[in-house]
């Protein structure tokens, strides 16, 4: 499996939001602008986010969108699944595709399910609170090196 830049961006921006958790609704624009992803695109990955009911939106002067759980309640396979479709390396090992003729006696079979497996556990396992522990971990390493005269 892949992951497109639908998934690639709607990871970020709500990495995004849950760097930004508790402060209220942010402005498309705002997200677009920090991320640097298309606006119009946003609309489009937050429209699907939002009816997954992974995000909520504000309407009005002061809207925007917010995470609609705490960034430790929101796995990243969530909003991958939301964004990609089922994480799985081939059609046969995806439950909802009805699998192919030769399942019962495929021997690779095994491995894309043990690859599916260990995608998902890492997915799943990996929160947008996790994400944003690691960003700031980040930054704390580039803020070591910044001297202020």
């Not at 705490?70 to 396979?77: D, L």
Request: proline content about 3%; glycine content about 10%; hydrophobic content about 40%.
């Amino acid at each position: 499996m892949r992951i497109s830049t639908r998934g690639e961006y709607g990871v970020r921006a709500m990495f995004d939001l849950a760097m930004h958790y508790g402060q209220g609704p942010i402005s498309l624009k705002v997200i677009a602008e920090r991320q640097g992803i298309s606006e119009h695109y946003l609309e489009q990955l937050m429209a699907s986010l939002r009816k997954a009911g992974l995000v909520t939106s504000v309407r009005g002067a002061q809207g925007g969108y917010q995470l609609a759980n705490a960034p430790e309640n929101v796995p990243i396979g969530d909003i991958i699944r939301t964004l990609e479709g089922p994480i799985a390396p081939m059609d046969c090992v995806d439950v909802d595709s009805g699998g192919c003729q030769q399942f019962n006696r495929c021997a690779t079979r095994v491995l894309w399910e043990r690859l599916r497996d260990s995608m998902e556990k890492v997915l799943d396992e990996t929160t947008l609170a996790t994400l944003c522990q690691e960003g700031m971990k980040l930054q704390a390493k580039d803020d070591s090196f910044m001297y202020h005269i």
